[in-house]
């Protein structure tokens, strides 16, 4: 059989060009191109380059050029070598970890302090100001996790608190325990108007005894409605839409006069009189607030309320202003009919604590406090370091030196608080504000010396948690 032929489809392209190449007009035009060498035009790139030096743009074709020996350079009159551009510094964050390529964000989507809607009482911290600080739950409060189902109903809820009274207001009392005061909460920090003492009674004592009467709805009894009802959290409320003397007025409701009939027997019983307590078994309480967005909280009232809470165990005030009984006679002056000179009028007065270190009026309010909250094991005080140092003082009045008792009255206390509440941010902070900071902490390790000092050998060890400076905060303090 004769063998079968096969072409080959490819085929080793030849190694010199097509005749067509050679004839183009291109090269018929400018013959000269293809004569010149290699080293020949690489000469010209670096000529090239050496001219455009000066004016070198983004497009310009850089080329290694070698170097040669400075005197050599002078004989041939060699141009000197153009110095090599400077690489672009790295840019890093704050923490010196390497940003991700690109143009840097905007301040405003960095900070939310810098931004035109960040909220007021934020941009208010960060420039120095007084603005919202951050509040502690009360030890063993019931907190529903984040994100879980409670959670967010219990958001939704506060949130949509306008309705949830009006629609709800007949079952809201009947919830468990925990949820209603996890509620409460929730509606004081939530809800922007604040919880008020008409809410107060209706999640914990139900509607009016007209209108459960007005439905045939039986009327709750108290004692055993929340007789499990120890903590009432009313950080944010306290001060803004709820008063301390309306919490004291809902707490123990006034006793109405009734005539007293003559009893038969001196062994009889006296007739129980006034309105049950609506919370009989209170231990726990928080009256928090921001400082610079609420000044209506009154010492006075409080200590007309503490006088009638002595089973109270916790209490949180923080963001309270210094103790004063007379806080809006800070600046006034009154004429003496003695001696006729002007007299400063409150206990305390604008140059009390700055040039004179007279802390006597911040003294005897506490004083009043411990004696009255004498069960007192929990004490949170955050965001007042302006008067920690009422905390450690003595002041001389009446032949006696007075000074906050932590062995005696508040020898029970075994955690104290002294923490700031602060957040600053450390790309907009200034030196000011970590000062401002850093006199708190040591404020705060003086106040904690000087109650262990105190109970040396003689009361519980106390634990007083404080802030910390980090290493960023003291780079920032000793930078002059």
Known sequence: MPKKRHQSKYSKPPSVAPP???TSSSSRAHPEQHERSVNQLL???RRHG????????????AVNTPTVPPSIRQILQIPETPAPAPRRPQRRDANGRRAPPGPPPPRSWVSLAQSCHAPADLAAAAAGGAGRIQHWPLPGAYIPGAGSLIDQVLRRMALDWEQQRRWNRFYLYTLPSRLRTALLGYVSEYHEPGLSAGDLRLVLGGPAD????????EQPDLASLNGDVFCLDLAGSAGKSVTVRELGELLFPPKAVAEVDLQDSWDTSEPVSGPAKLLPNLTQLSLAIDPGTTSSVSWKQLLALAGKLPTLTHLNLSG??????TPNAKFAKVASPLTGRSIQYGGTGPYSH???SDWSEAIQVLNRLSKS????????????????????KESDGDFTIDF???????????MLRLRSGYALPETHATRGQYQRIADWIEAATAVEKHIRTQRYGKGRWMTVEKDTLSEYEKAALEFD
């Open 20 to 22: 067509i190449l050679s």
């Open 43 to 45: 000469a010209d790139l």
């Open 50 to 61: 050496i001219r455009n030096n000066g004016n070198n743009n983004n497009n310009s074709f």
């Open 210 to 217: 007209e209108e459960l009467a007005r439905y045939g709805v």
């Open 320 to 325: 309270w202003p210094e103790p004063s009984l």
């Open 354 to 356: 700055t040039l004179d």
């Open 373 to 392: 909250l004498y069960s007192l094991e929990y004490l949170d005080l955050t965001g007042c370091g302006d008067w920690f140092p009422a905390l450690m």
């Open 404 to 414: 906050v008792d932590w062995v005696g009255n508040w020898g029970k206390i075994t």
